[in-house]
């Protein structure tokens, strides 16, 4: 079976978002730059990393989508459909195994709370502290270990 990504057999599940930004605010670019950071920082938690049989079929990515007021990103999960279903389908043990570990990993990543106070409440601070600082302001720490 051929497990390069390709156009034609990638899907994906949205995991979720941060909720911080809201499409059509004046300083939603700002507020949209800050929640994709914490969010790249909640992809590389340890219930994020992708499971060693997976890694050559899905992978986190942020996904942009359009909304009749402009555009919003989720933390997604884009996948090998193809392989998916030749697992789920397989008469090898091995192969099934794949499908439920990819299940339950999303699973996992499907249960996470996104829109955990302490999470907003870090997207605020960030963006209090950009909005206090002469340009050009630091780097900021998305750091999720404190969540």
Known sequence: MNNAFTPLNWDYEV????G???????????????????LRDIARLPQFIVPAQLTDYARTTIKRFTH????????CVVYDWIALEH???????????????FYTWLDTMQCYDY?????IARCHTIYEQRNGCTLPCAKQNYNTAAI
């Open 20 to 38: 911080y930004h809201k499409v059509g605010q004046p300083d939603a670019i700002e507020k949209r730059t800050i929640e994709n950071g914490m």
């Open 15 to 18: 995991l979720g978002s941060i």
């Open 115 to 119: 829109e955990h106070a302490k999470i």
């Open 87 to 101: 697992w789920e389908l397989s008469d090898n043990a091995q192969e099934n195994h794949k499908a439920a570990v």
């Open 68 to 75: 009749e007021a402009g555009t919003y990103d989720e933390l």
